[in-house]
């Protein structure tokens, strides 16, 4: 496997819809070649390589070679960080809505 010391930041990252439905099929898919990921998008290989190339800056993607073909496999523990920030929105908004919910069902009283 290639080295795989992050260099972006994993918001970055899966800022494009593009890169998040790569790792959507990383995740369903295991390791894949880049011709068989290729086919799912409408661009060429060198721009599905270029999106791959921002996901293994940020440690979301590890390759290695196998012949002449490159696979991928992705490495999720930098989406960590995306779900530990995310948890506090959650817990923000569900206290927000329950406070609200109450003041609505005072108000109807």
């Known amino acids: 496997m290639s080295e795989n010391k992050p260099t972006r930041d994993p918001f970055d990252a899966i800022a ?5 439905q790569l790792i959507r099929l ?30 293994k800056e940020a440690g979301l993607v590890v390759d ?17 960080e995306v779900q530990d920030w995310l948890a506090y929105y959650t817990h923000f908004w569900t206290t927000n809505l329950m406070r609200l919910n109450l003041f609505l069902q005072e108000d109807e009283e």
């Not at 995740?27 to 721009?47: I, K, N, Q, Y």
Request: aromatic content about 4%.
């Open 16 to 20: 494009d819809p593009t890169r998040r």
């Open 26 to 55: 990383l995740a369903e898919s295991g390791e894949v070649p880049l011709h068989e990921l290729t086919v799912h998008f409408d661009m060429g290989r060198t721009a599905v390589s270029k999106h791959l190339t921002v996901l």
């Open 64 to 80: 290695r070679r196998v012949g002449r073909e490159t696979r991928y496999k992705l490495n999720a523990m930098p989406l960590r």
